[in-house]
T-cell receptor, first 115, second 113 residues
Framework: DAGITQSPRHKVTETGTPVTLRCHQT?????MYWYRQDPGHGLRLIHY???????DKGEVSDGYSVSRSKTEDFLLTLESATSSQTSVYFC??????????????FGSGTQLSVL | TQLLEQSPQFLSIQEGENLTVYCNSS?????LQWYRQEPGEGPVLLVT?????EVKKLKRLTFQFGDARKDSSLHITAAQPGDTGLYLC?????????????FGQGTTLQVKP
C-alpha cells in the first residue's frame, strides 16, 4: 500500500469554524490532490499540487484553500465551514505527469460533518 | 463540462452470476480508468485503458474501452462476495495533466453468497 496518511479520519465541527485536513505521504511523489466524495457525484477535484508551493484550483475549489510547504504534506483548509462542505475528503498522490499509465493512489479519507 | 454516466447505480446479484457495468460519455477521453472502493477506504486502481477498442482482463474482470474512446464497460464473470464494493470509472480529458480526472458517480455492487 502507498504510504498516505490522512488526519483526522473523522471530524465534527460547527458552521463558521475553520477546519484543516492533513495529507502526509512517504512516497516522495511530486503530485498531490484533494477530492471530495458525495453520493451521486462521484469524486470531484478540489485543489491539486505539482510540487512545493505549486498549487492550483480544481473543479470545486470555492470555500477551500491549500498549502504545500513540504513535498510530503498537503493541507486542505476550510476557512469557514458550511453544511454543504459535509463530505468525505480524499487525498491522492501520483508520480506521473501524463494520463497514460497513470497510477493515482488514494488515502483512506476523512469524514467531515459540519453541523 | 465533460461528464461520465455510470449505469446501473446499484446492482445486487447472487454469487456466480455475471454482470456488466457501463460508463458512458458524449466526450472523448485520452484514457479511462476503473477503481474499486470498499467502505471506509479510498478507491484502488484496477486498470487503465488507453487505446480505442482496447480490452484488458484482470482474472474474472474484463474491461473494454470503446472504439471512439467515449465509453467503457466492466464485465465480471461468476461474481463472488469478495467483488462487493463501489466501482468508479474515471476519464482523463485530452491534454489533461495527472490527477485531473473526471469521475463517474459510481456503481454499488452487492454479491450475495
Amino acid at each position: 500500500d502507498a504510504g498516505i496518511t490522512q488526519s483526522p479520519r473523522h471530524k465534527v465541527t460547527e458552521t463558521g469554524t475553520p477546519v484543516t485536513l492533513r495529507c502526509h505521504q512517504t512516497e516522495n511523489h511530486r503530485y498531490m490532490y484533494w477530492y471530495r466524495q458525495d453520493p451521486g457525484h462521484g469524486l470531484r477535484l478540489i485543489h491539486y499540487s505539482y510540487g512545493v508551493k505549486d498549487t492550483d484550483k480544481g473543479e470545486v475549489s470555492d470555500g477551500y484553500s491549500v498549502s504545500r510547504s513540504k513535498t510530503e504534506d498537503f493541507l486542505l483548509t476550510l476557512e469557514s465551514a458550511t453544511s454543504s462542505q459535509t463530505s468525505v475528503y480524499f487525498c491522492a498522490i501520483s508520480d506521473k505527469r501524463t494520463a497514460t499509465n497513470e497510477k493515482l493512489f488514494f488515502g483512506s479519507g476523512t469524514q467531515l460533518s459540519v453541523l | 463540462t465533460q461528464l461520465l454516466e455510470q449505469s446501473p447505480q446499484f446492482l445486487s446479484i447472487q454469487e456466480g452470476e455475471n454482470l456488466t457495468v457501463y460508463c458512458n460519455s458524449s466526450s472523448v477521453f485520452s484514457s479511462l480508468q476503473w477503481y474499486r472502493q470498499e467502505p471506509g477506504e479510498g478507491p484502488v486502481l484496477l486498470v487503465t485503458v488507453v487505446t480505442g477498442g482496447e480490452v484488458k482482463k484482470l482474472k474474472r474482470l474484463t474491461f473494454q474501452f470503446g472504439d471512439a474512446r467515449k465509453d467503457s464497460s466492466l464485465h465480471i464473470t461468476a461474481a463472488q462476495p469478495g467483488d462487493t464494493g463501489l466501482y468508479l470509472c474515471a476519464g482523463a480529458p485530452p491534454g489533461s495533466n495527472t490527477g485531473k480526472l473526471i469521475f463517474g458517480q459510481g456503481t454499488t455492487l452487492q454479491v450475495k453468497p
